[in-house]
């Protein structure tokens, strides 16, 4: 099937219609997902008080990308309810992961929980995944990638093709055996080494030929996909997609991206060379209830996704278009991606209340440190400044369709 640029065919008025390229992004984390859950919720209350109390997220961004954890939260912001509107409101994202998480990620108790975890995990993956598979098919049901009310870009890695798959609304229309079921895709992406099995399914396209996917965590291509997000729509670019108007390749200045993250223990400090030289395989794999080399790989691609942004937005002076929220302070047990206990996922939401009040802040590109920006700006304000963004972009896009097809008319 050839590329012929056509429309993505999705709800929203595209990028041709306004003047901007809207992106949300959203990191992986598992149950520090609640972090970005509460950063989402008031982002989208903004987006209300300026447009009404029915809007969504999901009508203001041209993509959502989100990599495991982000890409459950992705599917929930734009897969359609039987009315045809967004399954979840931002709202609903919390209350769903203090409700699940206790349930997709079992603690242990009783004798098992005085038994050592190593020759558990020496045995297989730490959670079945049981209870995660079956409740994103009956939440997602049949939806398939084509059928999202705006496009999305949910990274994966597919490790018998020892390659990535970015399940791309756009590429589904050019590759038909990506167009496969959302709830595959969010299994596929959250299966992280060691904690879930590798998810295998196989798609048959409408000409009949058949692909089949062994995929595991989308953080081993991109725990950060806001990149992800931005090749996805530069590609269309350049294949002249009329969605996509005059923009032109690289034009990043047109770009305005919001890129949400689960939070870091760098300042925590964990591992260091001095210990990690006494490590063999099994402690590179599991040291005192973490696996260091996800942490590393999960913290590379996250900081070089947000150093490569962060260069391009500076260089094209844009870089009031591009707002990064995210937490490098995390420690103790804040830092767990699958501490499910009641305290932990309550002391989740309050992180998120209080990095909405945080200084902004923004990479320096010379060291890659975090540095709060010099207007003492806080991360709530700034998304009140973004949402009034959005709502004009919005509102111009809607007024130039409208003379569009007005005129069509004539």
Known sequence: MEDDGSSSGKKNNPPACGNLVTILSLDGGGVRGIIAG??????????????????????????????????LMTAMLTVPDKTGRPHFAAKDIVPFYLEHSPKIFPQPTGLSALLPKLPKLLSGPKYSGKYLRKLLSDLLG??????????????????????????????????????????????????????????????????????????????????????????AVSKQI?????????????????????????????????????????????????????????????????????????????????????????????????????????????NLVKIGEKMLTNKVSKMNIDTGVYEHIPENVTNDQELQRFAKILSEERKVRRMRSDTMTKDSSI
């Open 38 to 71: 509460v950063i989402l919720d008031y982002l989208e209350k903004q987006l209300q008080e300026l447009d009404g109390k029915d809007v969504r997220l999901a009508d203001y961004f041209d993509v959502v990308a989100g990599t495991s954890t982000g890409g």
């Open 142 to 231: 049949e939806t398939k990638l084509n059928q999202t009310l705006t496009n999305i870009v949910i990274p994966t890695f597919d490790i018998k093709k020892l390659q990535p798959t970015i399940f791309s609304s756009y590429q589904s229309l050019v590759d038909p055996s990506l167009d496969v079921k959302v709830s595959d895709i969010c299994v596929g992406t959250s299966a992280a080494p060691t904690f879930f099995p590798p998810h295998f399914f196989t798609n048959e396209d409408s000409q009949g030929k058949k692909t089949e996917f062994n995929l595991v965590d989308g953080a081993v291509t991109a725990n950060n996909p806001t990149l992800v997000a931005i090749t």
């Open 238 to 346: 350049l294949k002249n997609n009329p969605d996509m108007g005059k923009l032109k390749p690289l034009g990043f200045d047109k770009f305005l991206v919001i890129s949400v993250g689960m939070g870091s223990a760098k300042k925590e400090e964990k591992y260091s060379a001095k210990k990690a030289a006494k490590w063999g395989i099994i402690s590179w794999l599991y040291d005192d209830g973490s696996t260091p080399i996800l942490d590393i790989t999960m913290e590379s691609s996250r900081d070089m996704i947000h150093f490569h942004s962060s260069v391009v937005f500076a260089a094209l002076q844009s870089e009031d278009k591009y707002l990064r929220i995210d937490n490098d302070t995390l420690e103790g047990d804040a830092t767990s991606m699958d501490l499910a206990t009641k305290p932990n996922l309550e």
